[in-house]
């Protein structure tokens, strides 16, 4: 083995091996002997632009989001370029490498094989070549989409477009619901540095598919920026949630392939569930066993992620889909996805493969995937927030309850947040719940001021109060403090 | 859910004994586990085996990459080219879902041609109706010096040819073949597919492209 050490750019001594390298598509990638980070060589030569676009992304761009609040939280969601470095004439840069849980483990059929969004975003990979512990379940999908959308909000809020958002370039683990942006080298920095692709094809925004045969200083053709982003963005949710192409459908518009996808994909793009112009249904053909039932829309419909991400994917695919400006922006989607993991509650099935579903807002409740019903008492809690401290209001926000689920700080004050400011101080329960004795009660683990508002009656930290339908409790005095109202749900 | 089929049409006359036929069932067998680690190729590549020398014979039938099998190949006898030509176009025909006005088909199929020698049958009729089917990117490999490039040149403009038939050239030649495969599920799995070899990915230095 040959050890090479050299000095990046910015002083610090940089070793690899050079041995074996993994060759991506365009650059050369070797380990440095504790594996701890990646040397990544340009086989080709970087013209002027790039040179810079790399300073700047190693430079301003990764101070600008590594140096402040939520730095380590950051580290988890991008494997981001942290020095350049120069060796026999080429250009490289120093990566952190990926976690190990972004591998298949080793005792598995896959092992080794990065997990990369593709082996779950297909229905067929996911039902027949996904080992079975790797699966995760509906939570874990939506914290995986959580985290992609943080991401791609904060390189929003920093500026920066990422402009081939796709399963290729995220890392996604199942098991634990944690995303990995990777590949952030060639992000766009709007006005500075043009894209050097136009995206990956399922990924495409319309606008860019449809006037990408335009001359390249044609002032209407149209280039990945911000709003492709949010486009990508969805389609990638839609595909984490659903294991299907939201604009795949069985509409013909021309035997030549190329046409076929240009349109399907460009000018006449159209959503597979389309309220009104269902011309675009998939429709199941004799050799589609394996992608059952994801394809199916019929049964699985989006509808059923619930009123937050329905309302969510509508913008998305109908409104927004030919109109840029009308899209969800990544900050949306963390807000709906966040109050969806809210509302969904265990299957009773052990055996049912997304464990969990979303609550479908009706008295007798049915998990979608498996077909059983819910059998029980079904707390519900929803959430009133007040800005004079007398009046208040509905957050459309709603929290399903469940043996072991817990409340949260951000449940009990409308001005917190579950995100990366959070302080880990802030982020531990603070009531939990049970079903004891024929009955829902939550145990008051850390509120100092919760109130049953119905009875009248302080709820010191220790104690217990039974839930029941109709009931009103005051969980904070503090300002923002929040009401809930608790429905019974009983099938 | 659209099909990448990938026809493998390989030359096992008797000129092929010994290291070379041990050899392609070892690369056939790299393609097919590489194959298998590759998402974009296990949801949508299928495979099939035809071998030819005196006789032509479908080995493996058009099967999921996932779960083909391949049977004990042995090399000896002629190298039936014309029918082996003949049998891929009728083969693919009854295989390959074509689509209607209302159903998409399958992705055209790509087909890698592997021969180590001159035909010992005439090709003008398999070659005709060959020329008369609908294919993806076409890739016919010369095997050592003996195959015949004016006559590969006819069937496909994507020659290549390995100096010498031995185990490193053959397996190079199927490590090619995995990433042109997995290259071109990737592609057709965003919807378009790639019509010239340029699309490909550059092969290694045991195999250098005919150049005309």
Not at chain 1, 106 to 121: Q, V
Not at chain 1, 389 to 397: S, V
Not at chain 2, 77 to 95: D, H, M, P, V, Y
């Amino acid at each position: 083995m040959s050890l090479v050490t050299i000095q990046a750019k910015d002083g610090a001594s940089v070793e690899f091996i050079k041995k074996d390298p993994k060759q991506g598509g365009v650059k050369d990638v070797y380990f440095s002997p504790d594996r701890s980070y990646v040397v990544a060589f340009y086989r080709k030569e970087l013209d002027f632009g790039s040179k810079e676009r790399l300073e700047r992304l190693v430079g301003n761009y990764r101070v600008g989001i590594f140096s402040k609040q939520g730095a380590e939280y950051w580290k988890n969601l991008f494997r981001w370029p942290e020095r350049i470095v120069e060796y026999e004439k080429k250009t490289g840069i120093v990566v952190p490498v990926y976690q190990p849980n972004f591998f298949f483990p080793e005792n598995t059929t896959l092992a080794g094989a990065e997990k990369e969004g593709k082996w779950f975003t297909s229905a067929k990979n996911f039902n027949r070549f996904v080992p079975e512990g790797e699966k995760g379940n509906l939570l874990s999908y939506l914290r995986i989409c959580i985290n992609l959308s943080r991401a791609v909000r904060r390189l929003h809020a920093a500026g920066l477009a990422h402009s081939d958002l796709s399963y290729k370039n995220c890392l996604v683990d199942p098991k634990t619901g944690d995303a990995c942006i990777i590949d952030i080298d060639g992000l766009v920095v709007p006005n500075l540095f043009a894209p050097d692709v136009l995206g990956t094809p399922d990924f495409m925004a319309p606008e860019v598919v449809t006037t990408m045969k335009l001359d390249p200083k044609d002032p209407n053709r149209k280039y990945p920026c911000r709003e492709t982003d949010q486009h990508a963005l969805a389609i990638l949710i839609y595909q984490y949630l659903f294991h299907r192409h939201p604009l795949r459908g069985s509409k013909v518009y021309s035997d030549d392939t190329e046409i076929q996808e240009s349109l399907e994909m460009g000018e006449k793009a159209l959503f597979i569930e389309h309220p009104t112009d269902t011309s675009n249904r998939y429709k199941i053909q004799k050799n589609d066993k394996d992608f059952l039932p994801w394809i199916d829309t019929g049964k699985l419909p989006y509808k059923i992620m619930g009123p937050y991400l329905k309302e969510l994917f509508e913008q998305a695919f109908i409104k927004g889909l030919h109109t840029p400006s009308e899209r969800p922006s990544a900050d949306d989607w963390e807000a709906g996805l966040i109050k969806t993991a809210d509302l969904v509650q265990p299957c009773l099935n052990k055996d049912c493969v997304k464990k969990w579903y979303v609550f479908d807002n009706s008295t007798k409740p049915v998990c979608p995937y498996c077909g059983t019903k819910f059998k029980g008492q079904l707390p519900v809690f929803d959430l009133y927030s007040s800005h004079d401290g007398k009046n208040f209001r509905a957050d459309n926000h709603r929290l399903m309850i469940y043996n072991n689920q817990y409340l949260y700080l951000w449940h009990v004050f409308r001005n917190v947040f579950p995100n990366e400011k959070l302080p880990d101080s802030q982020k531990k329960p603070v009531a939990y719940f049970s079903f004891h004795k024929n009955q829902w009660i939550m145990i008051n683990q850390t509120l100092d001021s919760l109130v049953d508002l119905t009875n009248n009656k302080p709820i010191p930290k220790g104690s217990a109060v039974p839930l029941t339908n109709g009931l009103k409790l005051q969980l904070s005095q503090e300002q923002f403090g929040r009401v809930v109202n608790v429905s019974l749900v009983k099938a | 859910m659209r099909r990448l089929p990938v026809y493998l049409l390989i030359d096992v006359s008797g000129s092929m004994t010994g290291e070379p036929i041990e050899s392609v069932k070892n690369g056939i067998q790299l393609l097919l586990s590489t194959l298998r680690k590759d998402p974009q190729a296990l949801e949508s590549a299928f495979l099939s085996v035809i071998t030819f020398s005196d006789r032509v014979t479908q080995v493996v039938p058009l099967t999921e990459v996932a779960t083909v099998q391949l049977p004990n190949i042995t090399a000896s006898g002629g190298t039936s080219l014309g029918q082996a030509l003949q049998t891929l176009t009728e083969t693919a025909n009854k295989e390959i879902n074509k689509g209607t006005s209302s159903e998409k088909g399958d992705w055209k199929p790509l087909v890698f041609l592997m021969t180590d020698g001159q035909p010992t049958d005439s090709v003008e009729r398999g070659l005709q109706a060959f020329k008369e089917g609908k294919w993806g990117i076409v890739v016919a490999c010369a095997a050592g010096s003996g195959a015949d490039t004016n006559l590969l040149r006819r069937i496909t403009e994507n020659v290549v040819v390995l100096d010498t038939c031995d185990s490193n050239s053959i397996k190079a030649f199927f490590m090619w073949v995995s990433s042109s495969v997995s290259a071109s599920s990737k592609r057709v799995d965003s919807g378009a597919q790639p019509d010239t070899l340029n699309e490909l990915p550059p092969p290694p230095e045991e195999i250098s492209l005919l150049k005309f």
